[in-house]
């Protein structure tokens, strides 16, 4: 059972994840309004992914420049060669 | 004596010492990263206010937004931008002093962005339209006033920046990070545009 346990945990979570879609927690979230809930979902995934985007953008751009410089540093071909 | 001549080190870890990225810029890279969510918290905010509105809008007895000079304004601000990256073109390249007119078109275009804003918002304060006089009134002049601050600040950044390349002084290091700053002040706008003004 020992063995199971990070998994039951894991089940549990993930079921208790899917119980504030009917909690309404937030009337005004949930105004009942299809624009306003559009607005809501809209600026939540902006809000969530734009984050994620320029970090992943920065460790692109800085993994690039590591390569580049990589690169350089065992470039071994001789130019006389 | 034969002169001593440094070694260069080699090697991963030799270049990570180095350092990949100079500081200015990641330093400014990371300070954009902050105002890229401040803003995109404003327009969130905007976004789910103006979509809860049950009244027209722009609110009763407040002036519909100058959307057409506000997009002359707009084009300025992004020749401006283009005018700023020639210049960072120029100073990498043999003649760096050539960047000066770039730059000096960039600042002036800048310039007449901030002006120009200014001189809207007299136009919609005499309309009526306050910081307190309506939920639009409230959001544009936060949204665009901060804007308008970072504005600001980047033509200091710039004439400060045109200064020192007048004096032989500015560094590809400083030239970078005025020049990530203005990218982001450049490039945020078009969106509070069509968020804000659309």
């Known amino acids: 059972m020992k063995r199971f346990a990070g998994w039951w945990a894991a089940a549990i979570a993930a079921g208790l994840a899917l119980i504030p879609a009917s909690a309404w927690a937030c009337p005004f979230c949930f105004s009942g309004s299809p624009r306003v809930r559009m607005a809501f979902f809209g600026t939540t995934v902006l809000l969530s992914l734009l984050p994620l985007g320029m970090i992943g953008a920065g460790v692109a751009w800085i993994g690039r420049l590591g390569r580049g410089m990589w690169a350089d540093e065992f470039d071994d071909s001789d130019p006389l060669l | ?198």
């Open chain 2, 1 to 198: 004596m034969s002169p001593v001549h440094p070694i260069r080190e080699a090697g991963p870890a030799a270049a990570l010492r180095r350092g990949l990225v100079e500081n200015a810029s990641f330093g400014m890279a990371l300070f954009v990263f902050t105002e890229v969510m401040l803003f995109a918290g404003f327009i969130s905010a905007f976004v789910i206010v103006h979509s809860g509105s049950r009244t027209a809008w722009p609110p009763p007895g407040q002036p519909r937004l100058p959307t057409a000079q506000t997009a002359l304004n707009t084009a300025a601000l992004l020749a401006s931008g283009v005018c700023l990256h020639r210049a960072g073109r120029k100073f990498r390249g043999p003649h760096p002093r050539a960047a000066a007119s770039w730059m000096g078109s960039a600042l002036a275009l800048a310039a007449f962005f901030v002006i120009f804003q200014g001189i809207e918002w007299l136009a919609l304060l005499r309309q009526g339209m306050t910081l307190t006089s309506s939920q639009l009134g409230s959001f544009f002049y936060v949204i665009v006033g901060a804007h308008a601050i970072h504005a600001v600040a980047a033509i200091v950044a710039l004439a400060v920046s045109w200064a020192a390349l007048q004096a032989g002084r500015l560094t590809r290091s400083q030239l970078s990070a005025v020049q990530l700053f203005w990218y982001f002040v450049v490039l945020v706008w078009p969106f509070l545009y069509w968020k804000v003004y659309l």
